[in-house]
């Protein structure tokens, strides 16, 4: 038997792996992680948050470049971080680049009696990225309403299959505290998962869908996002699944150091590096993705020491 979570019973989450293997994660220094790139995954520092966000941003601008009217091409994004959505709209409108062509997938959307939350709700990701990114690029040199693919409860069929017709060039992402992307958090202990969580292959098939949320999500989502006001963050959401990741060209993951905590930076970097999946740490299943990159801002990758404060 595995050893039952330390923070939520009921669930799946990191804290149910080896020792070993958090020992070894928390023992790792920065300059250990910059050494565990490998072919198909790469780790990249950036030494100010600026060179971070502005490479970020880049992404966007790069996969709309690629994009024509016969084959078009496009980017999964974000809500957190979200930094870098100002700067794709300004950089697109200081040099005039046209976008028409390009597409955008939006990895998530909170979910709350049975649909996707509206435009309205303060905690909207399709808000979010409209108030950010695209209502801020000149109209004349933005994609149409139809190229932004966003998740609603009515039209997961129709989110799903854009992926077979438009390329999605990047997905990009954070990374959770449970060690999500998106929402893909690890699975309740229960059913045919209760001794168990699913495995690798398992997990791998799960498309967008809508998933109820780990405790810890809705507590760091509260914390970045709502004040730290639990009460107000959704336990379920719309999110992007490993199927369709699996189309993106690239998984791209910044880290910040505001999302996750130097130790979960650490342990999917060094469990991706050495391939070791385990869907209890759902990050980890992109050891088996072929083209992965870990972007970390330096000066936020910290410690694993003990301190007191």
């Keep these: 038997m595995r050893p039952i979570s330390k923070v939520a019973p009921e669930w799946w989450d990191y804290t149910t792996l080896d020792e070993a293997i958090l020992h070894d994660a928390a023992q790792l220094t920065a300059d250990d992680l910059l050494r565990l790139s490998r072919p198909g995954f790469t780790v990249t520092f950036y030494d100010t948050l600026e060179s971070f966000y502005l490479a970020e941003a880049l992404e ?6 690629q994009a024509t009217e016969h084959e078009p091409t496009g980017i999964c994004g974000p809500i957190g971080p979200t930094e870098q959505l100002p700067l794709v709209a300004q950089i697109i409108n200081d ?24 435009e309205t709700h303060p905690l909207s990701f399709t808000k ?8 801020r690029i000149k109209p004349e040199l933005r994609m149409p309403d139809e190229h932004l693919h966003f998740l609603r409860h009515d039209n997961l069929e129709d989110y799903c299959r854009s992926y077979d ?3 999605c060039l990047v997905m990009q992402g ?53 004040g730290g006001v639990v009460s107000n963050v959704p336990s379920q ?8 990741t699996w189309k993106a060209d690239t998984v791209s993951i910044w880290h910040a150091g505001q999302h996750d905590n130097p130790f979960g930076l650490r342990l999917t970097t060094l469990m991706i590096a050495k391939h070791l ?7 980890s299943l992109l050891a ?22």
């Design 60 to 65: 966007y601008v790069t996969a709309w470049q």
């Design 95 to 118: 040099l005039d680049i046209d976008v028409r062509h390009g597409h955008f997938w939006a990895m998530d959307e909170w979910y709350i009696a049975g649909q996707a939350v509206p």
């Design 128 to 135: 979010a990225d409209l108030d950010l990114c695209f209502n």
């Design 165 to 167: 017709t438009s390329r």
């Design 174 to 226: 954070g990374q959770g505290e449970v060690k999500h992307w998106a929402f893909n958090d690890p699975v309740k202990r229960e059913g045919q998962y209760a001794d168990q969580p699913p495995t690798p292959e398992e997990y791998r098939r799960f498309g967008t869908r809508i998933v109820d949320l780990h405790p810890m999500t809705i507590i760091q989502n509260a914390r970045t996002s709502g």
């Design 237 to 244: 959401a719309i999110t992007v699944g490993p199927v369709e």
């Design 277 to 283: 999946p385990d869907s209890a740490v759902p990050m």
């Design 288 to 309: 088996e993705h072929p083209n992965v990159r870990f972007n970390f801002y330096r000066p936020g990758i910290g410690v694993c020491d003990t301190e007191m404060h």
